[in-house]
């Protein structure tokens, strides 16, 4: 059936290309540092919350340009690595980064996988 409801379409406007590729390569392309400013900032706006947090974090610094791509040398991600990486990423590598020395009470056996 998905496919019949395609082919209405296609016949209802026959300008419309044949696979995502084709639709995709209609985009120009452009280098992510030209909106990295204004991405940052609409999520950095996102941060913030009504909820009080149960711990204290132990900064609040406002998340800049600057700041992110220190982020992103302390974990060894260069400027052409961007590219290829979302910000949500770049900031879970960060994270995981942090949690490198984090001794576990459990570590997770196969079996625990599979019940999962």
Do not use: H
Request: proline fraction near 6%; aromatic fraction near 12%.
């Amino acid at each position: 059936m998905p496919n019949n409801k395609k082919n209405k379409v296609k016949y209802a406007d026959p300008t419309i290309p044949k696979t995502i590729e084709e639709w995709l390569d209609q985009f120009e392309m452009f280098s992510i540092y030209e909106i990295l400013p204004e991405i940052l900032e609409l999520w950095g706006s996102n941060l913030f919350t009504d909820v009080k947090a149960k711990k204290l974090r132990p900064t609040e610094r406002e998340l800049t340009t600057p700041l992110f791509l220190l982020r992103c040398m302390e974990v060894g991600i260069s400027i052409p690595d961007l590219d290829l990486l979302t910000i949500g990423l770049v900031l879970d590598i960060w994270t995981e980064k942090g949690n490198d020395g984090t001794e576990y009470a459990y570590k997770a056996q196969q079996t625990d996988f599979d019940a999962f």
